[in-house]
């Protein structure tokens, strides 16, 4: 148990911090197609162009960005195994704090007291599900149930990056919330992977859930992606939080035999609760951010912009 928490913990800080470094990467590049004129950078609907989406993944914050979630995937993936998904996923998903305390130094966001007493709250859920805690289930399950997790998760990913494009700009919010899906479903896939304890390639190789593992990662971090470029970095992440965390908790205890200890079924479900309604209110509590292309006055990347995009 203890050895699982300390991963999970691990796992937050690497997503944390690697989301706070792929917004600034994401909102340099928006800055850069602001200060060319350039309207490649958008699609008809106002969301970023899939070449936006790419110029944003090549610059160095958003690549180290991009390691930490990798490592932080690594750690997650191990976590999930030894800690019922109720517990796993909302440790891992506690990295919004992480997020909105690195967001004051690397965006200039400032953090208001109900932001801060959120971020307590959320803290305090978190010992109380650590307390509740009982042991993971099995993870055995048909395989009947990876072909549909697999289909699921092409389903969601596919279907949501679709009307993401198509809502454009105002679609930051669904974007984040399906992210936090697909991670939830990589999650899950990871608990029921065939082949992995004891090792046998044959059987991971064979096995559907190890694509929908890949397609929920893949795609979970595109619509990351986007979701950073176009709004709030602690909206998108809260969002991401209920995704990420509400669904894979749900089936770690209906469809994997994920328990409390006996008599703290209560403080598990509380703790539950609290966690990822004091995720969402350091969101909700949190100040307008700027227009990703429309840096602040005075500021050094205003300084950069032509005089005439500057002026709009």
């Not at 936006?52 to 993936?77: H, I, N, Q, R, Y």
């Not at 190890?210 to 971090?221: D, E, S, W």
């Not at 979701?227 to 089936?251: H, K, R």
């Amino acid at each position: 148990m203890i050895i699982g928490l300390l991963t999970a913990v691990a796992a937050s800080a690497c997503y944390g911090t690697g989301s706070v470094l792929q917004a600034v990467g994401s909102r340099k590049s928006a800055r850069r197609e602001a200060a060319k004129s350039s309207a490649s950078g958008v699609t008809q609907h106002g969301g970023p162009s899939l070449s936006s989406t790419a110029k944003a993944a090549v610059t160095w914050e958003f690549m180290v960005g991009t390691v930490l979630d990798f490592v932080g995937f690594g750690l997650g993936a191990l976590a999930a195994r030894l800690l019922p998904l109720f517990l796993s996923q909302t440790v891992i998903s506690a990295n919004l704090v992480i997020t909105a305390v690195l967001g004051i130094k690397l965006l200039g966001i400032r953090l208001s007291r109900a932001e801060w007493s959120s971020i307590g709250v959320v803290c305090a859920a978190l010992v109380l599900l650590a307390t509740a805690a009982g042991p993971e289930g099995s993870g055995h399950t048909p395989i009947a149930t990876h072909w549909w997790l697999l289909v699921a998760t092409v389903v969601l990913i596919g279907g949501g990056t679709l009307i993401v494009r198509l809502l454009g700009g105002r679609a930051a919010i669904l974007a984040g919330l399906l992210s936090g899906l697909g991670f939830g479903a990589l999650g899950v896939g990871v608990r029921v992977l065939n082949g992995v304890d004891p090792f046998h390639l044959p059987s991971l190789l064979g096995d559907p859930v190890l694509y929908a593992i890949l397609v929920a990662g893949i795609g979970g971090m595109y619509l990351h992606t986007v979701a950073l470029q176009i709004g709030s970095v602690n909206g998108a992440t809260a969002a991401l939080v209920v995704g990420e965390t509400v669904v894979p908790g749900i089936l770690g205890v209906l469809w994997l035999g994920d328990s409390s200890r006996p008599g703290f079924a209560w403080v598990a479900v509380l703790g539950f609760v609290v966690a990822v309604a004091g995720a969402v209110a350091v969101a909700w509590f949190g100040e307008p951010e700027p227009e990703p292309g429309a840096p602040q006055a005075g500021s050094p990347e205003a300084d950069e912009l032509p005089t005439e995009v500057a002026a709009r």
